[in-house]
């Protein structure tokens, strides 16, 4: 059985190892899962064998869109875990289109890398360059190409390294739900072009309504186009709903890039309401709003520089003919109270669990 690696709390508090507490009505209790995900990391709880490192190999990674801070926060940390095992990466970007990352996906063909990473847009998009990959035996590992974690063979990736998508989206609601004190009016953001991005939403919006929460609307808006797209519609929503709309809640943080000052026009304050809190991807933009109180509250960070670290030592083990580690990152409810640990001064989430040297000792480095 393929080993499923699970955060370990590091505070006694919050170490259930039982039952979830759960609220008169037989419901979890949403505190219980916002402070389990609001402590430090410290403990290492991923994999601690494997192969050595494969010498001199030739890594293509295709970022969907290098504006976004999740994506290039994944790169970032390729290109420093591809130095430490002492491999080359050439960076393509998608430009946030299908024709780009279609475009992008041709010219890694004709580089004929000894492995591929896909960054950021779902597998099932480029299905016949996959397929052609697939058909010259290409290693491939990716991060949030499908909702599920690990393998997904039907695509040819050997392993998809992301936090649990599900237990993100949770968090996020939970975290609204009690800030509205038990009253949340929620718009929730969204784009479709993307399986994990729905499976995100639709968990949230379940969480909401389970909880006894109102969704307001469920919004489709791709994200490539948020720069142009929100500023008018979050007027539009404001017009429509007023006080109504207590909470934003987004599968990304890269929404709330620009709803910040069709707000201030309305006379709403930095951290006034609608709340803004993102399921993903703790973006250096979303730490700097959040410390400084202006118009986002929470994001539900991923260890986008360890998830780097990660998809280098995945794609290790797929050279190797190994199997893949079993191991989903941590994730982090960052919040103003909090910012400031778990890397917080480096606008990110990056646990101080030692993964790098971790690596670096599976690789014999």
């Known amino acids: ?39 430090k990391v410290t ?12 010498s001199a190999k030739n890594v293509v990674v295709l970022a969907a869109d290098m504006k976004n801070g999740g994506i290039l926060g994944v790169v970032n940390g390729i290109q420093e875990a591809a130095k430490a095992i002492g491999w080359k990466v050439t960076v393509l970007d998608g430009a946030g289109s299908i024709s780009g ?10 580089l004929k890398p000894d492995g591929i990473i896909i960054n950021g847009f779902d597998a099932v998009e480029q299905g016949p360059a996959m397929e052609q990959a697939k058909a010259a035996k290409i290693p491939m590992v990716s991060w949030h190409a499908a909702p599920k974690v690990g393998p997904v063979p039907e695509v040819g990736v050997f392993a998809n390294v992301t936090t649990d998508a599900m237990e993100v989206s949770k968090a996020a609601a939970d ?11 929620v718009i929730i953001f969204t784009d479709s072009t993307y399986a994990i991005a729905i499976a995100k939403a639709d968990r949230m919006k379940k969480e909401i309504q389970d909880l006894g929460g109102t969704v307001l609307e469920y919004v489709d ?44 026009a ?15 991807d703790g973006s250096e933009s979303a730490y700097q709003r959040i410390r400084a109180k202006q118009y986002q509250a929470v994001t539900v960070a991923e260890p986008l520089n360890l998830q780097g670290w990660q998809l280098i030592d995945e794609l290790n083990r797929a050279v190797a ?11 982090h409810v ?14 990110s989430f990056d646990p101080g669990n030692g993964y790098r040297d971790e690596y670096k000792k599976i690789w014999g480095k």
Do not use: C
């Not at 990352?101 to 063909?109: K, L």
């Open 321 to 331: 003919g190994e199997k893949w580690s079993g191991y989903v990152s941590p994730l």
């Open 175 to 185: 975290w609204a739900f009690i800030d509205a004190k038990g009253k949340p009016g």
């Open 1 to 39: 059985m393929k080993r499923r690696f699970l955060m370990q709390a590091t505070v006694a508090a919050f170490a259930f190892a039982v039952a979830a507490p759960v609220l008169a009505e037989g419901k979890p209790d949403p505190q219980a899962v916002v402070d389990k995900y609001a402590s």
């Open 334 to 347: 960052v919040t103003s109270a909090n910012v400031e640990f778990d890397g917080g001064p480096k606008n």
């Open 266 to 280: 309305a006379g709403i304050a930095g951290d006034g309401k609608p709340v803004n809190v993102a399921a993903g």
């Open 43 to 54: 403990k290492w709880d991923g994999p601690t064998t494997g192969p050595k490192a494969a």
């Open 101 to 110: 990352r279609t475009a992008a996906f041709g010219q890694a063909m004709a």
């Open 221 to 264: 808006t791709p994200i490539a186009e948020t720069s142009q797209r929100m500023p008018q519609l979050t007027t539009s929503l404001l017009q429509k709903y007023g006080d109504k709309w207590t909470h934003s809640l987004a599968i990304n943080d890269l929404y709330f890039d620009f709803m910040g000052p069709s707000l201030a």
